[in-house]
Structures are given as C-alpha cells and as structure tokens.
C-alpha cells in the first residue's frame, strides 16, 4: 500500500501531516491493519449506525492485540494526535469516529469463550451482542446485553448497558467481573475488584474514558435455549386502555418478566395486517426468561382484540435479534430519552400525547420496565450509578436521510420536554447525543460524577481519551 503524508487533527483542535516514512514505520509495529480512505473496508470500518453522523478519520488501525493497542495508544498520546474507539459503531451520538483523527476499529479482536464449568465468558471488543449471545446459548448460559443483536459489546457495556435480562440480574457491567484494559499511558492493565479496583469502579459505567478495553469477563446465568417471547399489538386507539394495562402488568411482574411499551406506526411486517400498516398502533414487546409463562402473560393476553400476537416460544438468540430488522445502518436517528421512578397516571397521559404526533413511519415512543435486580445496592455498584431507575422512556426518531430533519427533531424535542418533570433526574449515558450539554452529562452520573472526574485525572489527565461523551479530569 503505497502510503502519502496524512493530514490529522491534533488534540487541540489543530492539524498536522503525518509523514509518509512514520506511518510506515508505525505500520511496521504493529500487526493489524492500517486502512485509508481509497483501502478496500474503508467503509465498512468507518460507517456507523446513525445517518446523521458525518464524520470520518484520517487513518484507521485495526488492531489483532492488546500489544497492537498499546502502540497506536502510545503513538497517539506522544503525538498529540486525535483517537477514537470503534466496537460496533452503534452509539447515536457517533463517539466512535474521530473527525479526521485516527479511529482504533477493534473489529479484528472478536472472538468468544466460554467456559461452562465457572459460568465466565471471554469476549473480545470488538465484538457484537450477537457473538456472545450464539456462543453462550451453546451451553444455555447467557450474560446481561442489549436488544439488538448488531450493537457492539464494548459500548453498551462501558456505559451500563441494559436489556431483557436487567430485570434479574442488574446492569450488564453488574455482570462484568474483570477487564483488560489500556490507559492512557500505554500499559495493559488487568481491573477487576481485586487489581485496579479504582479502574474497575470507574469503567464499569465510565463509557470510554478510562481506556480501550481488550477484553471483558462476564458472569453468565442458565437462561435459555428457549424463552417465551416476541409482540402484541392493538390499535393505538386504544392507547390509553393498554397503557394502564401496562402499567398494572409491570407493577406485579415476576423479575423473569420484562415489557416495554411501544407508539408507532405499524411496520409493514409479515406479522402485521396489510391493513394496519402505517397505521398508529400501540405494542408490547415481552421477554420471559422463567419456568411458567402462563400464568406470567396472563394479564397481557386477557387483553382483548390484538390486531397482531407473535408471543410463542422461541430460542433466546432469535428474541434478541427479534428487532434488527427496525434497526438497520443508515436512517437519520435522534431521541431523547429518561429514567422514571414510577408509571405515573400523569406521566402517561403526557407520554401518550407526545407519542400519538409521531413524525416519520420509522419513529417510535418507548417505555422499557428496568425495575428489579439493578435498584439493588452494594458496597462495590461501579459507576453507572441510577439504581432508583425503575424504567427508561423516551421519543425515538428516525427518517430516510433525504427527508426534511426539523420536524422529527422538533417532535421528539417536544415530546421529551412533556415527560421530563417525571424522571429520577437520571439519564442513560449511551443514549446522550452530541447537542447534550455538560449538565445532562452530569446527571447521567449523578453522586458518582466527581469520582469520575478524580479518576480521569489519575489515568487521563491529559484527555487522551475525549471522543466519547466526556468527562474532564479534576483540576
């Protein structure tokens, strides 16, 4: 690969070039892939999930090893050159991309193990819930992950992470029992509660503040192969009467037990009538990891008049992948979103309001259940903090990109705005985009944001790492 200067954004804001000669002596010392821009993958690894993200690095490094990592790690932070980290490339707020700056893309460190007999899987960054999922349920063992199956590992575990097993079993990084890590000063550490226990707290929330995890250990539990889940739909006619239904059903479901509400227009899916697509509908997505489903879904299937019911027994992997389909790479994306202490009667009735004006076909307005095994406290919580969190809801807005984008931003704005007076005060820092200002960023961490910023300043005080959601180190 015949390599020219690059031109790359510094630290502070500036420019530089990078001579032809040190980014080939930099290619030499390392294993992995360095790609620019006329490189076959280029797109692959510079493409993120949101549309609206427009950025795009210099030069991207695909790293095979902790040791690859160390190296452009080291090289960035003595050159004062701008660094990004690339999992998935999931994250709304498109924290994965340095603009013109070097993006580490860990998509080349993926691999999965498993070890049955301690219940601990090895998961490598860049990989996908997906990845874990299929390894885990080999051996009916699962760990706490996302929704869908294409969001990267690293991300959704570095900033809390959440899904159909929180209920149960907490946070994903309640889970988490031990990463290896590189800081900002290009040594590979191992944190855990044990070693680098102030580390440990600090990722296990912190996003990518602290470093670029190599590779995470979670704790796994007996969930699967099979579960008995999917969706049921009703017209949203009928919103009020279903959201006071949900309302009862979460305030006595068993913890095997998550529901999330949904407001939308009705995709046109094969599960759904012709006749019902685009039309406003009103669903509960349901996930039941436990041994008696009937009596747990009663209360929800003695809801009369659905217009579509695909609840059934199905393998754990495919629930988890059950909502790809809705969340392809491309449309433009944008929410808001918080964390509640209740289901208020008021606070679904403002809900309701902001839901039914929905701008796009694509869009959706969402109540998730959290409430359970994460409200539990401990002496060692890590970072994430938000434990009086008992669900997230929020406004979700996505459009084709050469739609008009103010009047899906301004709903869902809007929307927000009618629910806000209801959260904890709390939000979820992988759900922040880039027009959050410090304040929310704080409140995302509430009593635990000082800490953070105490420890940034001992394993980053330089801020290295800032392309994410930013925390500053202490003064």
């Known amino acids: 690969m015949a390599v020219t200067g690059i031109e790359i954004t510094r630290i502070d804001g500036g420019s530089t070039t990078l001579e032809q000669s040190r980014v080939a002596d930099l290619q030499r010392r390392v294993d992995g892939r360095l790609l620019l821009p006329e ?28 040791a690859d990592v160390a190296t452009i790690v080291e090289f960035a932070r003595n050159e004062g050159l701008l660094l990004s980290v690339k999992g998935g490339g999931h994250n ?21 193990s498993v070890d049955p007999e301690t219940r601990v899987a090895q998961v490598g960054p860049g990989c996908l819930l997906g990845d874990v999922d299929r390894a885990t349920q080999e051996h009916g063992l699962a760990t706490v992950l996302g929704f869908v199956s294409e969001t990267g590992v690293a991300g959704l575990t570095l900033g809390g992470g959440w899904g159909y097993l929180t209920r149960r079993f907490g946070w994903t990084v309640d889970n988490l029992e031990d990463v290896e890590i590189v800081t900002a000063d290009g040594k590979i550490r191992t944190a855990n509660r044990e070693e680098n226990p102030d580390l440990f707290w600090a990722v296990r929330g912190g996003g990518g503040n602290f470093g670029v995890v190599t590779r995470f250990a979670f704790r796994l539990h007996e969930v699967g192969p099979t579960i008995t889940g ?39 899916a094969p599960f759904v009538p012709v006749e019902w697509h685009g039309k406003p509908i009103v669903a509960m997505v349901i996930c039941y990891s436990g041994d008696d489903p009937g009596s747990a879904l009663a209360p929800i299937h003695s809801i009369g008049g659905p217009i579509a019911n695909v609840i059934a027994t ?20 944008y929410w808001k979103t918080e964390y509640l202490p209740e289901l208020s009667s008021e606070f679904l009735n403002a809900f309701r309001e902001g839901a039914l004006e929905v701008t796009s076909p694509l869009s959706q307005s969402v109540i998730f259940h959290l409430g359970g095994a994460l409200n539990e406290h401990g002496p060692d919580d890590g970072a994430v903090g938000n434990r009086d969190a008992q669900f997230i809801s929020g406004f979700s807005g996505t459009w084709p990109p050469d739609a008009p984008t103010a009047p899906h931003i301004n709903w869902v704005r809007q929307s927000w705005q009618r629910i ?17 200002d410090d304040n929310r960023l704080a409140a995302a961490y509430g009593d ?24 500053s180190p202490a003064a």
Do not use: C, H
Request: charged content about 20%; cysteine-free; proline content about 7%.
């Open 39 to 66: 490189d076959e993958g280029w797109a692959q690894a510079t493409t993120t999930w949101n549309g609206m993200v427009a950025k795009l690095p210099a030069v991207v490094f695909q790293p095979t090893s902790p």
């Open 314 to 333: 199905r393998p754990y992997t495919a629930q988890q992948s059950m909502l790809d389909a809705m969340e392809p790479k491309g449309p433009y994306r």
């Open 92 to 112: 709304i707020a498109g924290t994965s991309i340095a603009q013109q700056g070097i993006t580490l893309d860990m998509s080349m460190m993926r691999s999965v």
């Open 448 to 471: 635990n944001f000082e800490r953070l910023q105490r420890l940034k300043a001992e394993y980053d005080p330089d801020n290295l790492f800032r392309v994410n959601r930013n925390i």
């Open 230 to 268: 999917g969706l049921i739909a009703w017209s949203a006619e009928r919103a009020e009467e279903i959201l006071e239904a949900y309302q009862t059903l979460t305030a006595a479901a068993p913890r095997e037990l998550t529901a999330a509400a949904v407001v939308r227009l009705a995709p046109p």
């Open 420 to 436: 806000r007076s209801y959260s904890t005060g709390g939000n979820y820092i992988n759900f922040q985009l880039a027009d959050d």
